[in-house]
């Protein structure tokens, strides 16, 4: 680059860095025009219309609802095998405080690093019997183990629920997420859960 050129050109350059830095208004280059902006809630209630008009929303509406039902009658559970061979087992609900355990006052009831048995202090009144839905078996099986509403309380593993309660002729409860069956430890159904002193004790009943 010939010696003159490169001297202009830092020139020029100089000359832009120091004008933007006094913060000088140019003036327009041309006509200018203001951006219109549309109201974001305009926006979207057309789009509502649009999909109303299409029946997107109807389709939406009729998905969700069937999806609903199918959560309700039959609610995500666990896949628990049908058992072939007797277990039985106990299982304790102790457990040891993280921090201070306190009444409504602040008044420390259980201090931290206390071994906690629930049962000792709330008894399970009623035996728990663990069935898969599923498997006529296993629902026989329910109304003729465990009869008595005041003494068992009926739990489906998986299955229609509806369906099943209107066969029993009973109110049912569902262990959703498998939550009931891990905490006691089941690897089979059908099965029954009762206390025994101060642990739960467990059985895994084969069906003749």
């Not at 109303?52 to 095998?81: C, H, N, V, W």
């Not at 089941?186 to 009762?194: Q, S």
């Given at each position: 680059?010939?010696?003159?050129?490169?001297?202009?050109?830092?020139?020029?350059?100089?000359?832009?860095?120091?004008?933007?830095?006094?913060?000088?208004?140019?003036?327009?280059?041309?006509?200018?025009?203001?951006?219109?902006?549309?109201?974001?809630?305009?926006?979207?209630?057309?789009?509502?219309?649009?999909?109303?008009?299409?029946?997107?929303?109807?389709?939406?509406?009729?998905?969700?609802?069937?999806?609903?039902?199918?959560?309700?009658?039959?609610?995500?559970?666990?896949?628990?095998?049908?058992?072939?061979?007797?277990?039985?087992?106990?299982?304790?609900?102790?457990?040891?405080?993280?921090?201070?355990?306190?009444?409504?006052?602040?008044?420390?009831?259980?201090?931290?690093?206390?071994?906690?048995?629930?049962?000792?202090?709330?008894?399970l009144t009623k035996i728990l019997c663990f069935a898969d839905g599923d498997d006529p078996d296993q629902?026989?099986?329910?109304?003729?183990?465990?009869?008595?509403?005041?003494?068992?309380?009926?739990?489906?593993?998986?299955?229609?629920?509806?369906?099943?309660?209107?066969?029993?002729?009973?109110?049912?409860?569902?262990?959703?997420?498998?939550?009931?069956?891990?905490?006691?430890?089941?690897?089979?159904?059908?099965?029954?859960?009762?206390?025994?002193?101060?642990?739960?004790?467990?059985?895994?009943?084969?069906?003749?």
């Open positions: 680059m010939h010696k003159s050129t490169w001297f202009i050109g830092i020139a020029l350059s100089a000359a832009l860095i120091g004008s933007s830095s006094h913060g000088r208004d140019l003036g327009a280059i041309g006509p200018s025009y203001a951006i219109p902006e549309r109201n974001i809630l305009e926006v979207i209630r057309e789009r509502l219309q649009e999909r109303m008009k299409d029946g997107f929303l109807e389709k939406q509406r009729r998905k969700l609802a069937e999806r609903s039902k199918r959560y309700i009658t039959r609610p995500r559970g666990l896949p628990l095998p049908r058992t072939q061979t007797y277990r039985a087992y106990d299982v304790s609900l102790e457990f040891v405080t993280t921090e201070d355990i306190t009444d409504g006052h602040g008044h420390v009831l259980y201090p931290a690093g206390t071994r906690v048995n629930p049962l000792v202090f709330q008894s629902v026989r099986w329910l109304n003729r183990h465990c009869p008595d509403p005041l003494k068992h309380k009926l739990i489906l593993v998986r299955g229609n629920y509806p369906n099943v309660a209107e066969q029993l002729g009973r109110r049912l409860y569902f262990d959703q997420h498998g939550y009931l069956a891990g905490r006691f430890g089941l690897r089979t159904v059908p099965a029954t859960v009762r206390q025994k002193e101060q642990v739960l004790y467990v059985e895994e009943i084969p069906i003749p």
